[in-house]
């Protein structure tokens, strides 16, 4: 197998650590790490073999633990041969133990790569760019909050409660007060962040009770991707050490702000390290207008990866800052497509608004990035740039609910052409299974108004 090419550099670089532990890792459609914890030994051994296995059906499993197979994914649940990515290669911070976890794609017998990997989903994307010698790149913007631990409750949720000992309700932007207030969690997630090599950049207050963004450095997406994977764990362990719990879930407040996942994306040439956004003058290309009008036509096809629960809905259209629709502009946040403002080509760069903290960054990465590609091979032109609110604009809109979304998923043809029938088949049944479990328990809306009443 491959791994026997770089098993030298991981024995050099597990003995040069002293590591005793490694956690073999799987992101499945959640973003959540699936996986086992090895002696080293056995781990390095393994590398040589088949001995690092795990079910295919790793990929069916839904948020609440249960398991949407199909006719790609059975019940027979085969087992598939983890391979290590050396890249991903990062000491964990928080074990007792040196340990180190490492990300794993899965190639069966044939030595072929699992088709519903969202890793590979995203290097399948990645090599359409490399084909026409470009290298996209990304930065993505994570806001989250901070709550109280919910323990066993399935009582709605409330803000942390900081240094004080006072939840952080006072919607402070930007308020250093409130930064101060989880100081010690966030000296933490800079500690781990630097171990890891997660290049975080800016920390700071976002608008809604205990809510904070921070902002990742801008690279080459897999490698993006795989420090946004390791980020969100590495967050959600320094809240749970200081008494608290960070979410990404989209909306866990319905009448505050949500919780995006803004992405900046731009490509250049691969020869020349050019921005293909912008000409020598500065000037937008026809690249540049095709790619705004892929992410126009196709992101409804692929909204239930921008958008992958139905709590994400409750996201659009709330005029907090979120967008309503597709619809681009320069320097304007209540559109779904930003383009920043200023003449450096480095710069030129398109904002994707449409994704919330909730999606698998892999699969977010693959999505932004597959649907400006088919704008450029299409020679498709977005609409006209929006100068004004975009919020009461009724074009260009993104769909209303995650069961419309999935639909237009499941029936694309081309994002099927471009993803594989095995993986967008997969995602939708195991997304249709999480919309079913969730409809039916009762909502709080429903147990206060109408059991009672009706």
Not at 48 to 68: E, H, N, Q, W
Not at 110 to 133: T, W
Not at 356 to 381: C, M
Request: charged share 25%; aromatic share 10%.
């Amino acid at each position: 197998m491959e791994n026997d090419n770089n098993k030298a550099e991981f024995e050099n670089w597990l003995d040069k650590n002293e590591i005793e532990e490694v956690e073999v890792i799987v992101c499945d459609f959640a973003g959540i790490a699936r996986g086992k914890m090895l002696p080293k030994d056995k781990f390095v051994k393994g590398l040589s073999g088949k001995d690092l296995r795990m079910p295919d059906s790793i990929f069916s499993v839904t948020i609440d633990c249960d398991f949407a197979l199909n006719e790609f994914l059975t019940d027979l649940e085969e087992d598939l041969y983890l391979r290590p990515e050396f890249e991903s290669l990062r000491l964990t911070p928080w074990r007792k133990k040196p340990t180190a976890s490492v990300i794993c794609n899965l190639v069966d017998d044939k030595n072929e790569f699992s088709k519903s990997s969202p890793r590979q989903i995203l290097k399948n994307i990645l090599k359409l760019y490399e084909d026409k010698g470009w290298q996209p790149i990304v930065a993505p913007e994570f806001e989250f909050y901070l709550i109280a631990n919910q323990g066993d409750s399935l009582s709605a949720p409330k803000p942390a409660a900081g240094k004080s000992g006072k939840p952080t309700d006072d919607k402070g932007v930007f308020s250093m007060d409130a930064l101060d207030e989880f100081g010690d969690m966030f000296s933490d997630v800079r500690r781990y962040s630097e171990i890891m090599s997660v290049p975080i950049d800016t920390i700071e207050r976002e608008a809604g009770a205990g809510q904070f963004e921070v902002n990742m450095r801008h690279g080459d997406p897999l490698d993006v991707a795989d420090q946004a994977f390791y980020f969100k764990r590495l967050l959600k362990r320094a809240a749970v050490d200081h008494g608290a719990c960070a979410t990404f879930v989209s909306k866990p407040f319905p009448a505050d702000f949500g919780n995006s996942m803004h992405i900046h994306q731009s490509v250049i040439g691969i020869e020349d390290g050019k921005n293909i956004f912008a000409d020598d003058n500065g000037e937008d290309t026809d690249l540049f207008h095709s790619y705004i009008a892929g992410l126009q036509k196709y992101i409804p096809n692929l909204m239930p990866i921008f958008a992958p629960y139905s709590n994400s809905y409750l996201r659009f259209g709330s005029a907090l800052s979120s967008p309503a629709n597709l619809h681009w502009g320069i320097e304007n946040r209540s559109v779904g497509l930003r383009v920043p403002a200023g003449n450096d080509r480095a710069a030129r760069r398109i904002e994707n608004r449409i994704a919330g903290s909730d999606v698998n960054p892999y699969l977010v990465f693959a999505a932004t990035l597959l649907a400006g590609y088919i704008g450029i091979e299409q020679k498709l032109s977005p609409s006209e740039a929006v100068t004004g609110s975009a919020y009461d604009i009724k074009t260009l809109l993104l769909p209303d609910n995650i069961y419309e979304a999935l639909n237009n998923f499941d029936n694309s043809k081309m994002i099927r052409e471009y993803m594989g029938d095995e993986f967008v088949t997969t995602y939708k049944d195991v997304k249709k299974m999480e919309c079913l479990a969730n409809a039916s328990k009762l909502t709080e809306w429903e147990i206060r108004f109408m059991l009672a009443n009706i």
